[in-house]
């Protein structure tokens, strides 16, 4: 049987997930915590083969738990749930060694595979998460790829942004407006753009400017 401890803040919540896994043969639920310090507690009192971890919980939240956890039994494996469909939420989590990621609004039969993939030694990532992942990578390989600017470049860009003139910049950095309009064009070139408009948006898009 593969022990599960559920650790969730709301009751209802850690009662529907009981529910789902009670008609498992293969999985049984040991133990349920209402906050990261219990589940270090727990699992440092009784066998626990897996955490079903939920990431907002109070007193420790389920990353700072699954870092702490791992580190003094990291054969646990961890399951991370979350309402958050994100890519920060879900990388942070993996990062703590987590060994799966889920939402909340995951079936059952979803649930129970989760379970006995990563208690295997797999990873799992539920089909919306597995989507929002590869969402992030494919807006994040359509980049720019800006050639990194140089320290005046960079200044002129931030004047640009700011509505400043060829004239005003030039007086701002004391720097020809000769000059101005070289850095200008480079701007230009190294961020795709055919105008200041599309320059300065460009710009945001690639963080260069806040």
Known sequence: MIKVLVADDHQMFIDGIKSMLEASEKIEVVAEAMNGKQVLTLCENQEVDLVIMDISMPELDGLETSKQLLKIQPEIKILGLSMHNDRNFISDMLKTGAHGYILKNTGKQNLITAIESIYAGETFLGEEVQQTLLNSFMKKSKSLQVEKLSSREQEVLESIATGLTTQEIADLLFISKNTVETH???????????????????????????
Do not use: H
């Open 184 to 210: 200008r064009k480079n701007l230009l070139f190294k961020l795709k753009a055919k105008n200041t408009a599309e320059l300065v948006n460009n710009a945001y898009k690639e963080r260069l400017i806040q």
